[in-house]
């Protein structure tokens, strides 16, 4: 039988077994994170191209069509307080009565 690499009695302290099983967990909300931000991104393209949210659904690989619907509420409202800050920037400023 091979011996384990981390075994208590060759020195692996609990600190250590701690910092490696918080970097898999990391690692494992990164890899996810990546996920999703790379979902956002390929919606709000293909929804700015004009593409049917039945085939963005299908084409991100969605389970379910109110996935998509959710993701692309929220773009639409990013892009509604975009618009909003932008205008905000743009309207002339009223100067006061003297």
């Known amino acids: 039988m091979a ?5 208590p009695d060759r020195g ?7 910092t490696m099983v918080l970097l898999a967990l990391l690692y494992v909300v990164l890899i996810l994170a990546i996920g999703y ?12 191209l004009g593409v049917d949210l039945y085939t ?4 991100l690989g969605h389970g379910s069509i109110s996935t998509t619907q ?3 509420h929220l773009q639409v409202d990013q892009q509604r307080q975009a618009l909003e800050k932008l205008g905000n920037l743009v309207q002339p400023r009223r100067r006061k009565a003297a």
């Not at 011996?3 to 075994?7: G, I, L, Q």
């Not at 692996?12 to 701690?18: A, D, I, K, N, T």
């Open 3 to 7: 011996r384990s690499r981390f075994r």
């Open 12 to 18: 692996l302290s609990v600190r250590m077994g701690l």
């Open 37 to 48: 931000f790379t979902d956002a991104i390929w919606l709000g393209i293909l929804i700015g």
């Open 56 to 59: 963005v659904s299908k084409i």
């Open 70 to 72: 959710r993701y692309a």
